[in-house]
C-alpha cells in the first residue's frame, strides 16, 4: 500500500519551484492560483530569497501549491492514504478531495497570514531536538516553559515557545539530546501562542463546503483516520495551536500496512523521518521533475 504524504513549514528552499514550471501547464496553473490569493508564487518559488520565503504567509501558500502541482505531475494516483505535516495537512486535504485546489490555496494564504499575525505579538520560534528519550524530553521541555509542538517519531521533537525559552535550551538541554537545531519558521507554531490564528482560520472556514475523503486521510492530531469532510476542515482550523503527532501517523501507516512512502515536492523531511521509523518501507522524494519516472514506477509496484 501506498501513503502519500506533504511536508510542513520548514521544508522550502530559494529557487525550488524553478524546474516544476517548465511542466506543461504548470506555470499556468501557479499563475490563476496566484490571482486568485493575490500572492505572485512564481516569484516566490523561484527569485525570492531565503528571507522572503522564511515569511510564515509567504511559505505555507508555496508549500501548498509545489505539494499540489508535483502530485498532479506524476498523473492518476490512488494512494491507499494520504497525510501531511503541519500546513502539509491542507495539501492532503487536496489529494483527498476534500478542498479543491482554489479552496486549498486560499484556505492556506489566510492561514498563514494568521498565523504571521499571531507570531509577530510576541518573538517566537521553534528548535528540533535530535535523540534523546521523548518521555525525558517531553518533561524537560515543560519545565522550561516549551511546548512539544511536533512528536515526530524517528527520535525527533520540535520544542516551540519564546526566544528567551529556547535560548534557555540552548543551554540545558535534555538528557540524551544530541543536538538542538532552529527551524527555518518565524513563530512558535501548534502551541497556545497561536491562539488568535484560530479565531480567524475558524472564520474563513465558514464559507468553505468541505467534501468527505476519498481515501483514508490520517489526521496529525492523532494519527486516527478522519471519515468526513466536516471533521478534516475542523481539524485543519484547530491545528494551528495543537501540536503535531506525527509519530502517531507513522503508527497508524504502519496498521494500515503501509509498504511504500512517497513524498511531494518539496520533499525529503518526512522521507528521512520514515527510513528510521519504518523500516523495510520504500520511500522516495519528490524534488525536482527528475524524479517523477522514479515515483511512477513506485506507485505502479505499491497501487492496486
Not at 173 to 183: A, N
Request: glycine share 10%; charged share 20%; proline share 6%.
Amino acid at each position: 500500500m501506498l501513503v502519500l504524504v506533504a511536508p510542513g513549514q520548514g521544508a522550502q528552499t530559494p529557487g525550488f519551484l524553478t524546474p516544476w514550471l517548465d511542466l506543461p501547464g504548470a506555470a499556468d496553473r501557479v499563475a490563476a492560483w496566484s490571482d486568485a490569493i493575490g500572492l505572485d508564487l512564481a516569484h516566490c518559488g523561484t527569485k525570492a530569497d531565503a528571507d522572503e520565503i522564511r515569511d510564515t504567509s509567504v511559505a505555507q501558500p508555496l508549500l501548498v501549491a509545489a505539494g499540489i502541482l508535483s502530485a498532479a505531475a506524476l498523473g492518476d494516483v490512488a494512494p491507499g492514504a494520504v497525510a501531511g505535516h503541519s500546513v502539509g495537512e491542507i495539501t492532503a486535504a487536496a489529494f483527498a478531495g476534500v478542498l479543491d485546489d482554489t479552496a486549498a490555496l486560499t484556505l492556506v494564504r489566510k492561514r498563514g497570514l494568521a498565523m504571521a499575525e499571531a507570531a509577530a505579538i510576541t518573538e517566537t520560534g521553534m528548535s528540533a531536538l535530535l535523540g534523546g528519550d521523548p518521555e525525558t524530553s517531553v518533561a524537560h521541555l515543560e519545565k522550561l516553559g516549551l511546548t512539544p509542538a511536533n512528536i515526530n517519531g524517528a527520535g525527533q521533537i520540535v520544542a516551540a515557545g519564546t526566544l528567551e525559552q529556547l535560548a534557555a535550551l540552548n543551554e540545558d538541554k535534555p538528557e540524551g539530546v544530541r543536538k538542538v537545531v532552529p527551524l527555518k519558521v518565524a513563530g512558535a507554531f501548534h502551541t497556545h501562542h497561536m491562539g488568535p490564528a484560530v479565531e480567524r482560520l475558524a472564520e474563513a472556514a465558514e464559507s468553505i463546503a468541505p467534501a468527505d475523503p476519498t481515501v483514508t486521510y490520517v489526521s496529525n492530531k492523532d494519527g486516527k483516520a478522519v471519515a468526513t469532510g466536516t471533521e478534516v476542515l475542523d481539524r485543519l482550523v484547530g491545528q494551528v495551536a495543537n501540536p503535531v503527532r506525527w509519530d502517531l501517523c507513522m503508527e497508524t501507516f504502519k496498521e494500515l500496512g503501509v509498504t511504500a512512502l512517497l513524498e511531494v515536492c518539496p520533499g525529503g523531511t518526512l522521507t528521512g523521518l520514515a527510513k528510521r521509523a519504518l523500516p523495510g518501507v520504500k520511500t522516495l522524494a519528490l524534488k525536482t521533475p527528475d524524479d517523477l519516472d522514479a515515483a511512477r514506477e513506485l506507485i505502479a509496484e505499491h497501487t492496486a
